[in-house]
């Protein structure tokens, strides 16, 4: 199961910024097209304050900070250099994790959307839009906040996809902020199954992908979860992705790169699940050979002869 996806993480917020300008992001494009990755998508176009390209509503309506420089144009001017799709991701207000509530995230991204796709919408890089509010259970607003802006999103658009990322409410499922590596109070298999596909019913025809992430069950567990995953994405004709996590939940340092054995486990069980393809949390910071942190450099290596194996 080779990873041809990565999130960019530009607002960064749980994760260090490393002040990369173009010359750096020209570089790690050229590293992720090396081991075959084909799709960019930017994690989120804001959170809260802070802005990766300069959205006139949102500084206008919500008080955020235009950026220095116009990161969403830069990455859309890489990824047609280097032949990959580009995926948009929405504006997070922050308002949905201090209330539990994703409605709140309609109305400002009805904004967002149209006049991202007016600012952008020629580039032949942009290829699709990621849904950005992130849940795990039946969320407050959940199913209508995915189909409202999944339909806004294919409709300016002229239909291109759209995708979600949810995680996994297991044992692994805590804070970033709290010191706790796990929970004692983790979904059962059965409630997963019948929340997601209560979901799935509520969102078919407007969201087009899922890509769980991988990181929030213990390793033993991801067969049994990916499996009802796939079912669940093949019932209601979604195409099912693995967002496989580049970095440790395991290590009481939020957050590291991931020990590379971890990561293969993560990838075979997606492909014995049968997954449609494989995204990353991502590449930038914790499997670049460029990266703040030098073990992900090293994590790039062991990836490299992973997929060796595959060619030889």
Same mark, same amino acid.
């Given at each position: 199961?080779? $990873?041809? *996806?990565?999130?960019?993480?530009?607002?960064? /917020?749980?994760?260090?910024?490393?002040?990369?300008?173009?010359?750096?992001? #020209?570089?790690?494009?050229?590293?992720?097209?090396?081991?075959? +990755?084909?799709?960019?998508?930017? +994690?989120?176009?804001?959170?809260?304050?802070?802005?990766?390209? @300069?959205?006139?509503?949102?500084?206008?309506?919500?008080?955020?900070?235009?950026?220095?420089?116009?990161?969403?144009?830069?990455?859309?001017?890489?990824?047609?250099?280097?032949?990959?799709?580009?995926?948009?991701?929405?504006?997070?207000?922050?308002?949905?994790?201090? =209330?539990?509530?994703?409605? /709140?995230? +309609?109305?400002?991204?009805?904004?967002?959307?149209?006049?991202?796709?007016?600012?952008?919408?020629?580039?032949?890089?942009? &290829?699709?839009?990621?849904?950005?509010?992130? +849940?795990?259970?039946?969320?407050?607003?959940? $199913? #209508? &906040?995915?189909?409202?802006?999944?339909?806004?999103? %294919?409709?300016?658009?002229?239909?291109?996809?759209?995708?979600?990322?949810?995680?996994?409410?297991?044992?692994?499922?805590?804070?970033?902020?709290?010191?706790?590596?796990?929970? =004692?109070?983790?979904?059962?298999?059965?409630?997963?199954?019948?929340?997601?596909?209560?979901?799935?019913?509520?969102?078919? *025809?407007?969201?087009?992908?899922?890509?769980?992430?991988?990181? /929030? $069950?213990?390793? /033993?567990?991801?067969?049994?979860?990916?499996?009802?995953?796939?079912?669940?994405?093949?019932?209601?004709?979604?195409?099912?992705?693995?967002?496989?996590?580049?970095?440790?939940?395991?290590? @009481? $340092? %939020?957050?590291?790169?991931? %020990?590379? #054995?971890?990561?293969?486990? %993560?990838?075979?069980?997606?492909?014995? &699940?049968?997954?449609?393809?494989?995204?990353?949390?991502?590449?930038?910071?914790?499997?670049? @050979?460029?990266?703040?942190?030098?073990?992900?450099?090293?994590?790039?290596?062991?990836?490299?002869?992973?997929?060796?194996?595959?060619? =030889?």
């Amino acid at each position: 199961m080779r $990873i041809t *996806g990565t999130f960019i993480d530009e607002i960064s /917020h749980d994760i260090p910024h490393q002040n990369w300008g173009w010359k750096e992001w #020209e570089q790690d494009f050229l590293h992720m097209k090396s081991v075959g +990755i084909d799709t960019v998508i930017l +994690i989120r176009s804001g959170y809260r304050t802070f802005l990766s390209y @300069p959205s006139a509503y949102l500084c206008n309506n919500h008080r955020c900070y235009v950026p220095s420089v116009d990161l969403v144009e830069m990455f859309l001017e890489l990824s047609l250099r280097f032949d990959m799709k580009f995926y948009f991701g929405l504006y997070d207000s922050g308002r949905y994790w201090d =209330t539990g509530d994703l409605s /709140h995230e +309609i109305e400002v991204n009805r904004y967002v959307i149209d006049e991202v796709w007016s600012k952008y919408g020629h580039y032949k890089s942009f &290829a699709g839009w990621y849904l950005s509010l992130e +849940i795990s259970r039946r969320t407050i607003g959940a $199913i #209508e &906040a995915f189909r409202s802006l999944g339909l806004q999103c %294919k409709s300016v658009s002229n239909g291109l996809p759209t995708f979600i990322s949810p995680w996994i409410d297991g044992k692994k499922a805590v804070l970033a902020s709290s010191s706790n590596l796990s929970k =004692t109070e983790a979904v059962s298999l059965a409630s997963h199954e019948q929340e997601w596909n209560e979901i799935f019913d509520g969102i078919k *025809g407007a969201v087009d992908a899922v890509a769980f992430q991988d990181g /929030h $069950i213990d390793y /033993h567990e991801l067969d049994a979860f990916f499996d009802v995953n796939k079912t669940l994405a093949d019932k209601h004709g979604l195409s099912c992705w693995t967002n496989a996590e580049t970095f440790d939940r395991d290590m @009481p $340092i %939020k957050f590291l790169p991931i %020990k590379f #054995e971890k990561l293969r486990l %993560k990838l075979e069980a997606a492909r014995r &699940a049968g997954y449609d393809k494989a995204i990353t949390f991502e590449f930038s910071h914790f499997m670049s @050979p460029q990266s703040a942190y030098l073990q992900a450099g090293h994590l790039f290596n062991r990836y490299q002869e992973y997929l060796n194996t595959f060619t =030889t």
